[in-house]
């Protein structure tokens, strides 16, 4: 469940504050970084909440925050004003006990590990025990598709592989929540399009919690249960798109005029939020 | 065959089809060794001739090719070798000389041209290719100095200097310990360590990271070895002033590659050892070092060669009667060449030996870089 | 976020300047320490006691044949050799520098021409590439510092003499940097542009002017930054087996002699402040160059 500033009404009426299904909530959150040229105003007045169990997407054009609101969840960066709690707590004591798992838009594995000890990285930091890192290591490298890759390079790996490694690094954490910031943005379009799909599956198998920033459209209307449209100079929210596609969803959805209307729709935010004006 | 290639092959046998008309020696025909020098003579015509308006000689696989070059070339450097040994050489000598020493060449240009992507083959080409040139090298030096009497207070033959080697092992030997396992190793073992544990320190000051980054950058390119005799004045005649001097070399360019190395790691690194809860520890032994690791084994390369270069100029300044700077400066005045070429020997051989086994340990650490990666 | 480029002068200036007056410090510590064993000996000879702390340290660092001099020992007799002596005595320090600058450099452009040629000729034969390079770089694990001696005896030998066999010590260092650095700038267009050049039909040589040497100018510089330091080493150690006759090196040898400790200090200095001098020009010409190509901001 979760709600955008213009579009209070949207709110589930039976939710309530402290509901305990909630992951990530702030309110009035705000980012401003100084610069040699003046404030940045990367985000402005953003409330927003996540459910548990929710795929949230955050899509908008470059500069309009959506990374930043992504890495201030996960404790990258601090806001300037404004509250926001994860699973509860402050994003540094989530942080601090692992509730959850970032994956970046680069793969970021280590060249000198292979992908099981890529994988088993976070486990060793967090001073797991060996039978216990190979075990997970194992069931999170099956779970991506990579079962029999674990003595192989990250760079001998083509790139969509390096990135599903790099889910299944962030899934050996085994967090609640999953943070992806633009995870298949460097990838090709048939390449995307599978991943996308093994994402779905992952998702409805392990019943996480999701926030994807991605700037395709059909990829925030393909995964989405919420989708949140953002729009630049301030950063802020401009419209949640709940979609009420079935869950389980396979790439040909993408045809049907249910599909296209929420597409639709997305598009009316952007141009509403004037993301498609030229910027610098 | 390359145009190159065939250049080579007609100057080979024009080279030793001359020879047939100049004297091989000074005294004409006389000599033992003629019937091997005109076996030569023809297995070059052969050669060329195989090679004429058709590759027959490709017709084999490259190797072989190679090979067969290679081996005629070798056969009449042996007995060039052979006749320069018994007298004096003649025009058709030379003009022998040329042709085998082209036909070395043609060896090279043919290995080289090689592709393979058998990974054996490759190794021992890479190996064989250089070996190959440094033979050709040695051979030109032995004629020219043996064909041309040079002094041998100017320069002596590798034979002599191979000589003199093999009868002074033990002078050899002891310089060595004193110059290369006392001074060397122990210079730069302390050297490269503090240059390190520095940098680890230093680099968890940012201050002290701009502070000293600059003057580090700076002392790396000053003349440090003028220093020796300070130290060899605080520090007595024996190894400990030396391994003082390498120290000091040493210190400098570890410290700079290091800091470099420690803050190569990307921000994204950064942030997932972040989203894990990583402990300064954790992150320095998990992460900034591997990364740093390239920039260590480059300073390690460097300091290689500057730890040998500052023992045996400190030697210069003063030393107990062994070591190969001492034993170089001596000789020379004594204008025993040969002995100097032996200890230079001696030097390369080290070095090389040294440096090699850091190269090696290189690539076994930083496999995963993308300049070994295959 | 701050990155070293935006940092304002002072951010950056006011580190090293503490770190100098740091090693400044104890610098001088140092030396009252040092110099405090043979101070006590002088005054006990002497038959001298009771001396006051601030006497024995001033003593300590006015010694004539100090352990360690004093910054300001060396200062002043770098002063006292370059501006009070006449330039061609042999006792003026810009004498002495002079040649083994003049050494340097010629030993330098020397080098620097050895290397481009050599890599001109390595990235244009295959042969060339796999036979030579690993020699090239063998022949810097041979100590050439310690064949300087019988380099210049040989060569003095032969009736060649003067600069000349000095510098190719400094030669046979520098070319070193300048042939690896530029194989590797040589290589460094990428394959799209090396495409261009094939589409265009162009001879290795347009391709070698036109698009090589331009890409190869930063690897260029920075190894001349290290072959300009470097062919300066060599020409201090080529003087040292002259027999101390002339030069910065000729200055060490005879100061560690006759124990002139405050002259090899201000010989070291003097060469310090020379390689200094001579990468910071170096560095300049390169921002220069750079700029008008186009390829600095």
Redesign the interface.
């Known amino acids: 469940m979760l709600s955008g500033v213009p579009y209070e009404t949207r709110m589930h009426t039976t939710a309530t504050p402290q509901d305990s299904t909630s992951v990530i909530r702030t309110n009035n959150l705000s980012l401003t970084f100084e610069t040699n040229d003046g404030p940045v105003h990367a985000l402005a007045n953003i409330d927003l909440e996540v459910g548990a169990g929710d795929f949230v997407s955050f899509i908008g054009p470059s500069g309009c925050g959506k990374t930043t609101l992504l890495r201030v969840i996960a404790d990258l960066e601090q806001p300037t004003d404004g509250s926001i709690t994860v699973n509860g707590v402050t994003p540094e004591e989530a942080r601090l006990t692992r509730a959850y798992g970032y994956v970046f838009q680069a793969a970021a594995l280590y060249p000198w590990r292979t992908i099981a000890r890529n994988v088993a990285l976070p486990l060793e930091i967090m001073g797991l025990s060996r039978r216990e890192r190979n075990e997970r290591v194992r069931r999170n490298l099956e779970l991506v598709n990579l079962a029999g890759f674990e003595k192989k390079y990250p760079w001998a790996l083509s790139g969509g592989m390096q990135q599903r490694a790099s889910i299944a690094r962030a899934l050996a954490v085994e967090p609640d929540l999953l943070l992806m910031d633009e995870p298949f943005g460097a990838l090709d379009e048939i390449v995307r399009d599978h991943l996308n799909e093994q994402l779905l599956k992952l998702w409805e198998k392990t019943k996480k919690t999701v926030v994807f920033v991605t700037h395709s459209i059909p990829e925030a209307v393909f995964l989405s249960t919420h989708i949140v449209v953002m729009s630049p100079r301030p950063g802020r929210i401009f419209d949640v798109i709940e979609s009420d596609l079935p869950r389980d969803r396979t790439l040909d959805i993408r045809e049907t005029p249910e599909f296209l209307a929420i597409a639709h729709r997305v598009r009316e935010g952007l141009r509403e939020g004037h993301s498609y004006e030229d910027t610098v | 065959m390359s145009r190159l290639q065939t250049i080579l092959i007609v100057f080979a046998a024009l080279c030793a089809g001359s020879t047939m008309f100049l004297g091989l020696t000074a005294e004409g025909y006389g000599i033992s060794t003629v019937p091997l020098l005109q076996a030569f003579t023809g297995a070059v015509l052969l050669l060329a001739a195989i090679c004429y308006g058709w590759s027959y000689l490709f017709m084999f696989n490259r190797l072989v090719a190679g090979a067969l070059v290679g081996g005629v070339s070798l056969f009449g450097a042996y007995g060039l070798i052979q006749t320069v040994g018994e007298v004096a050489p003649g025009p058709g000598f030379w003009a022998a000389t040329l042709a085998a020493w082209a036909l070395g060449w043609l060896c090279v240009e043919i290995l080289a041209s090689i592709e393979t992507r058998n990974n054996v083959l490759n190794f021992l080409l890479r190996l064989l290719i250089p070996v190959a040139f440094g033979a050709w090298l040695l051979i030109i030096w032995e004629l020219c100095t043996r064909g041309f009497n040079v002094p041998q207070v100017l320069l002596p033959s590798p034979s002599a200097i191979g000589d003199r080697f093999t009868q002074s092992t033990a002078t050899l030997w002891v310089d060595f310990k004193q110059t290369f396992l006392k001074a060397v190793l122990i210079g730069y073992a302390l050297g490269c360590g503090s240059g390190f544990l520095v940098a680890l320190l230093i680099d968890r000051s940012p201050f002290l990271k701009r502070g000293l980054l600059p003057i580090g950058n700076l002392v790396s390119a000053l003349p440090i070895v003028g220093v020796a005799p300070i130290m060899v004045m605080w520090f007595g005649f024996d190894w400990p002033s030396k391994a003082a001097v390498v120290v000091i070399m040493t210190f400098f360019p570890m410290l700079v590659n290091t800091v470099s190395g420690l803050a190569a790691s990307t921000a994204i690194q950064g942030d997932l050892m972040k989203t894990y809860a990583a402990g300064y520890w954790q992150m320095l032994f998990k992460m900034r070092l591997p990364e740093a690791l390239p920039f260590i084994f480059n300073a390690l390369k460097i300091n290689s060669t500057l730890a040998l270069i500052g023992a045996i100029v400190a030697e210069f300044f003063g030393t107990p009667i062994i070591g190969m700077g001492f034993r170089i400066s001596t000789e020379v005045g004594r204008m025993n060449v040969d002995m100097v070429w032996a200890e230079i020997a001696v030097a390369a051989i080290a070095g090389s030996l040294f440096y090699g086994l850091i190269t090696l340990l290189e690539r076994l650490c930083t496999f995963w870089h993308p300049s070994y990666r295959n | 976020m701050a990155t070293g480029n935006?940092?304002r002068l002072i951010?950056?200036v006011w580190?090293?300047v503490?770190?100098?007056l740091a090693i400044i410090v104890f610098w001088y510590l140092a030396a009252v320490y040092l110099n405090t064993p043979f101070q006590r000996d002088t005054y006990e000879r002497a038959k001298v006691e009771n001396v006051s702390f601030v006497t024995h340290v001033k003593d300590t660092l006015a010694q004539k044949r100090p352990?360690l001099p004093a910054p300001h020992q060396v200062v002043s007799e770098i002063y006292d050799t370059t501006v009070k002596k006449k330039i061609t005595s042999k006792r003026s320090l810009i004498f002495h520098s002079w040649i083994t600058l003049s050494t340097a450099l010629l030993g330098f452009v020397m080098g620097t021409l050895l290397g481009i040629v050599l890599a001109i000729s390595i990235i244009n034969?295959?042969?060339l590439?796999?036979?030579?390079?690993?020699?090239i770089?063998?022949s810097?694990?041979?100590?050439?510092?310690?064949?300087a001696?019988?380099i210049i005896?040989?060569l003095n030998?032969?009736g060649i003499q003067g600069l000349l066999p000095k510098a190719f010590i400094s030669t046979y260092l520098s070319f070193f940097p300048v042939a690896v650095g530029m194989v590797k700038g040589l290589r460094s267009p990428e394959t799209s542009h090396t495409d261009l050049m094939r589409t265009y039909n162009a001879s290795s040589w347009q391709t070698l002017w036109k698009l090589r040497m331009p890409s190869a100018m930063p690897f260029l510089f920075t190894s001349m930054?290290?072959a300009i330091?470097i062919a300066?080493?060599g020409a201090?150690?080529g003087e040292?087996?002259t027999g101390a006759v002339a030069g910065?090196?000729a200055r060490?040898?005879a100061?560690?002699y006759y124990?002139q400790?405050i002259q090899?200090?201000s010989?070291?200095v003097m060469?310090?402040i020379l390689?200094?001098a001579l990468?910071a020009i170096v560095s300049l010409v390169n921002r220069l160059v750079l700029r008008r190509m186009g390829m600095l901001a």
């Not at chain 3, 590439?129 to 020699?135: C, E, I």
């Not at chain 3, 810097?140 to 064949?147: D, E, F, G, R, S």
């Open positions: 935006d940092l951010d950056r580190p090293v503490a770190v100098v352990v034969n295959r042969a590439d796999k036979s030579l390079m690993p020699w770089i063998a810097q694990t041979i100590p050439i510092l310690a064949i001696p019988m005896v040989v030998s032969i930054k290290v330091a300066m080493v201090i150690v040292l087996p910065l090196g060490l040898l100061g560690s124990g400790t090899i200090w010989a070291l060469a310090s390689a200094a990468v």
